[in-house]
């Protein structure tokens, strides 16, 4: 795949267009990194009008503005702390569709080799129709729970009990029979997030991580196409960093990042990488429609 240098500007070009979609056509495998810009192109938004619409007696008691800063509001009781939480999983996880964004990378990679690794917690993919068995959520996932000390190392689905917190709730607590306690030593559960040490990486963590690099090792001499959407400056160690490593070292590979931030990379993959700058949504919608037309 003929790559320019790296370009800037504000919206994607045909040419860049036309280059992604080559890139995907000629690929042996396909490895998408997922960040949090992803989501926000699908109308994952954590601010703004939908924070207000889902939120506004939060706002009004605490003075909160965003979902993220509720996540980590000292609530003065377990029962507050849920009542919050209980409603964020929701609307999160188990709420809204994931939209055309998601189904438009379906697309993309429909056919491929392919495999996900990413920072989002929202299984977004999996409500799309990725498989299961090519996803690596590396953070967590807003529909688990875990010890919070943790006294063992198994995560628990919440669903049924999160939608009986939402519909149980009155003002802003939750009934104090519906606080989740570990089944083990009895203590608070928490969210399967890694916000801190005491992240608990699951039996089903470790297979996704082993068949991630499993993936990696069958396809470490191919053409490797490393798609990055949406990754921002927070955990660069997770996707960018590695997808560079991967680059650099194999020669046949291809690196493309699409994000509304402009992108830098290393001076060594000039000649094997593109950053596409703009907005996710209508860029993978006409990457598809580009690969479509070239049937």
Partial sequence: MSLPRVTTGSTASCLQIEQLAAGIRKADALIVGAGAGLSTAAGFTYSGPRFYRHFSDFHQKYGFTDMYAGGFYPYATPEEYWAYWSRYILINRYGQPPGR?????????????????TTNVDHCFQKAGFDKQRLFYTQGDYGLWQCQKPCHYKTYDNGQT???MVARQRDM?????LIPRCPVCGGL???NLRVDGCFVEDV???AAAGRYRDFLHRHQNGAVLYLELGVGGNTPGIIKYPFWQF?????????????TEKQKIPHQLQDRALCIQGDIAPILKQVKNCLKAGE
Avoid: I
């Fill in 101 to 117: 964004v998601y189904s438009d990378l379906l697309a993309l990679v429909r056919g491929k080799d392919y495999f996900v690794l």
């Fill in 204 to 206: 089903g963590w470790h």
């Fill in 189 to 191: 559960m928490t969210m």
């Fill in 173 to 177: 607590c939750v009934p104090t029979e």
């Fill in 162 to 164: 999160v939608r009986q």
């Fill in 247 to 259: 680059t650099a070292r194999q020669p046949r590979s291809t690196y493309v990042s699409v994000n």
